[in-house]
């Protein structure tokens, strides 16, 4: 019997290559593109799998994620995103997600997360030679920094001593790689 993979996600190009690959690696694949659309799919049709974007239009998809692991409580998660941080990696976590990847990760990137023994020892993971560049550590400062003042963009400039308009077009790049 097939395996039901939900993927909810507001990246119609993303989505369609996601639910291709996916299909041929003999899932049961269903697209959502918000929360609502992905919790109502998954009433009708409990997922095994679930790769959900954290920031869509409306909701967040961390508030999905106990909704899901309500409905299955052994659904294996996969949180993904274009801004990713560590302060998101651990909301991500915290919410019940199973694992966590940066955007752009393909089939095979997704899949071996999901199906990651979730009880691997620490360590078991592959650690990266390189170390974070200076910009990227800069730019996970601000992420965390941010999420501590709630996304308030003020209190986050006074608290990192820097213009709020230079933070604001900090803000405005896409994360650093590497």
Excluded at 46 to 63: I, Q, R, W
Excluded at 82 to 105: E, H, M, Q, R, W
Excluded at 120 to 125: I, N
Aim: charged share 25%.
């Amino acid at each position: 019997m097939a395996e039901h993979f939900l993927i909810v996600d507001d990246d119609p190009a993303f989505t369609r290559v996601l639910a291709r690959a996916m299909t041929r690696r003999g899932f049961i694949t269903q697209v959502a593109r918000n929360v609502e659309q992905a919790l109502e799919m998954a009433q009708q049709q409990v997922p095994d799998y679930a790769s959900v974007d954290l920031k869509m239009e409306g909701p967040s998809g961390l508030a999905l994620i106990p909704q899901l692991r309500a409905l299955n409580p052994n659904i294996r998660l996969l949180v993904l995103t274009g801004y990713a941080s560590i302060a998101t990696t651990v909301d991500a976590i915290k919410a019940g997600a199973d694992n966590y990847l940066p955007k752009p990760a393909d089939a095979d990137q997704i899949l071996k997360a999901l199906q990651a023994e979730p009880d691997s020892e620490p360590g078991d993971s592959d650690i990266p030679d390189t170390p974070l560049s200076v910009n990227r550590l800069e730019w996970e400062h601000i992420q965390k920094v941010l999420h501590e003042h709630e996304g308030n963009i003020s209190a986050t400039a006074r608290a990192l001593g820097m213009h709020r308009r230079t933070l604001q077009r900090k803000l405005a790049k896409h994360p650093v790689r590497r």
